[in-house]
């Protein structure tokens, strides 16, 4: 009977997903309605995906009961529908959607260190590099535990870009909740192997950002590889929820070596880029410093120029030096 009821324990709680209530629990400030929020996300990711983007049925009864909600509560709301806004609008609150689930633009190079971590860190609080309220922490257990997962936002889309399997899970509880849940669409891969697709994805044109959600843990969980046609985070900023903080870089450009041939231009994810009398020019307020660009020119006429006005960088050497 004991082995039974053990058996049957397996069966319907899964260990990592003991192990993801227990971080919970070490995490202060987390709620049970955080964890039930981040099981959601993480057990559900494409259908809490397709939601978030408006591709989904049941996004179109979520808005709806939203509006009742905040016609209800607020006075004069003024917000856009189609925006995966929270339930309070940014003109009423500091408190946004992108405060508790957002990315931090980062370069190959920079994306590459995430990667590489081969030791547990610690690093709380970082509002110089992520200017959000909520889910700043830089922590990783198990960091060389990656997953390589089919990316939730190229799957929602009729004409996705290939390859699928390019958002990287990063340390524990996450990696090994996304294996167990999700092993029919996911990997486990090493760090050499998470480089490569890191390289890849930056030759194909894509950009990498770091993601941190409050549900999950408040913290760091995964590096998303992808592209203005399909990320749903990167459509929400541009339509004006600024889900995605700057690398702390800005491109710029070498007149003398510039042809104006505009290859910088066509890979621009964020559309910063123009071409004026056979030069590229740089809209600095639209760069992202993803050095995107910088890799993709034959010239070698753009390089990334350190911006104070843009944060600070998510260089996990650099940040491991100053807080040893």
Request: hydrophobic share 35%; aromatic share 8%.
């Amino acid at each position: 009977m004991n082995i039974q009821l053990k058996n049957l324990h397996k069966r319907v709680i899964n260990q990592s997903t003991i192990e993801f209530f227990r971080s919970g629990i070490d995490t202060p400030g987390y709620r049970l309605r955080d964890f039930i929020h981040g099981y959601v996300y993480v057990r559900w990711p494409y259908l809490y995906i397709n939601i978030g983007k408006g591709d989904h049925w049941l996004a179109r009864l979520y808005l709806s009961i939203r509006e009742i909600f905040q016609k209800s509560d607020l006075k004069s709301p003024t917000y856009d529908a189609q925006l995966p806004r929270s339930a309070i609008d940014a003109n009423t609150s500091t408190h946004t959607f992108a405060d508790g689930y957002h990315g931090k633009v980062v370069p190959l190079e920079s994306a590459k260190q995430l990667v590489m971590v081969n030791e547990n860190i610690e690093i709380r609080n970082l509002e110089k590099v992520l200017p959000y309220t909520h889910a700043r922490d830089l922590i990783m257990q198990n960091p060389d535990h990656l997953v390589a997962l089919e990316c939730p936002c190229r799957t929602s889309v009729k004409n996705p870009c290939l390859p699928l399997d390019v958002c990287l899970i990063v340390g524990e509880p996450f990696a090994s909740f996304i294996l167990d849940h999700h092993h029919q669409r996911a990997r486990p891969i090493t760090p050499s192997e998470a480089v490569d697709i890191l390289s890849s994805e930056d030759q194909r044109g894509h950009v990498h950002h770091a993601f941190f959600k409050d549900a999950m843990l408040g913290r760091f969980y995964a590096i998303c590889n992808c592209c203005s046609c399909c990320c749903g985070a990167m459509n929400a900023h541009q339509r004006g929820t600024p889900m995605l903080a700057p690398s702390g870089y800005t491109c710029t450009v070498d007149e003398a070596l510039c042809i104006g041939c505009g290859s910088c231009q066509e890979v621009c994810q964020f559309f910063a880029i123009r071409q004026d009398n056979g030069t590229s020019i740089v809209n600095d307020q639209l760069c992202m410093g993803c050095g995107v660009c910088v890799n993709q020119c034959e010239q070698s006429a753009l390089s990334l120029l350190r911006d104070p006005s843009r944060g600070e960088p998510l260089e996990i050497e650099h940040l491991l030096a100053k807080v040893k």
